[in-house]
């Protein structure tokens, strides 16, 4: 039996975790100071302990401490912040590694389609997000990066990228140098269900509070202005033409993974 001090105990560590998890906000400006050294075995520590697809472990991460490399993240993003954090963090969908194993033992070469592709992918955000949350329980601070994809050709060549690997999400961080308040989310009733998907649709007005919460926001990227409402962000990322960042399939293809063989498999059948 636990004695009342240990469950305490335990109490305080598990509302320690919660308290940082509800503290999110991102910070993209940081002080001078290097990341010691034990911190970063301590990331590293959590970030490899981060569940994986089927346990393949398809997720790799480039440390980038070049600065011709970190240039480049600089401009790709056209988010200078990038460049300069303490630390930058790329995390890769990897199925380099395990095709590498199959061609070397089998002499075959391994098709990499859609589902494997999907898994890679979901193992680099998740360890990307157990990396923010590291950095966060060390009392700093970071902001994931999905600017990299303006430019993935740039960026696969900036880091050598082989055949069946994609760079899926940076991360930057460092010692905050700035307090941002914390971004508003919607209602809680907008995107939490219960077992089905609500077949009402939301109507306009259930969204005025929530634009006018986060017109009121100061984001620190532009401190002299505030956001434009909610539905107003949404119209303008929904609206126009499709851009770079959704020409991905072609991009995929020259990456050596084969997104449309099971497609075209089935359809033989
Ligand atoms: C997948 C993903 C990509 C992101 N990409 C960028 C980015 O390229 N640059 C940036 O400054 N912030 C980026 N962010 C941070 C978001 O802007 C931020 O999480 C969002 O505005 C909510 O703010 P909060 O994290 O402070 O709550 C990204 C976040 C996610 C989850």
Do not use: C
Request: proline share 5%; net charge negative; hydrophobic share 40%.
């Amino acid at each position: 039996m636990k004695s009342t001090e240990q469950n305490e105990r335990q109490q305080d560590r598990i509302s320690d975790v919660l308290a940082v998890q509800r503290n999110h906000r991102t910070i993209r400006q940081f002080t001078d100071e290097p990341i010691d050294k034990m911190q970063i075995a301590e990331i590293k520590a959590v970030a490899d302990r981060t569940a994986s697809s089927m346990g393949l472990q398809m997720a790799s991460v480039l440390r980038i401490t070049d600065q011709s490399i970190r240039t480049v993240f600089g401009e790709v993003t056209g988010q200078p912040y990038v460049a300069d954090a303490p630390e930058l963090w790329v995390f890769v969908a990897d199925l380099h590694r395990n095709a590498t194993i199959v061609e070397q033992k089998t002499g075959k070469k391994p098709v990499i389609g859609m589902g494997k592709f999907m898994s890679a992918y979901a193992d680099a955000l998740l360890m990307a997000q157990n990396v923010m949350n590291a950095v966060e329980a060390l009392g700093l601070g970071g902001a994931f990066i999905g600017s990299i994809a303006n430019d993935l050709s740039r960026v696969r060549q900036a880091l050598h990228l082989p055949d069946g690997t994609y760079a899926a999400l940076a991360v930057i961080f460092g010692h905050p140098d700035q307090t941002p308040e914390q971004k508003p989310r919607m209602p809680q009733n907008m995107r939490f269900f219960e077992n089905t998907y609500p077949t009402d649709d939301t109507y306009l007005g259930e969204w005025d509070a929530y634009d006018e919460q986060m017109q009121a926001y100061t984001d620190l990227r532009h401190p002299d202005k505030t956001l434009p409402s909610f539905t107003d962000q949404a119209i303008r990322s929904f609206s126009g033409p499709a851009n770079g960042r959704d020409a991905l399939l072609s991009f995929l293809s020259r990456s050596g993974f084969q997104l449309f063989s099971e497609d075209r498999e089935s359809s033989k059948a």
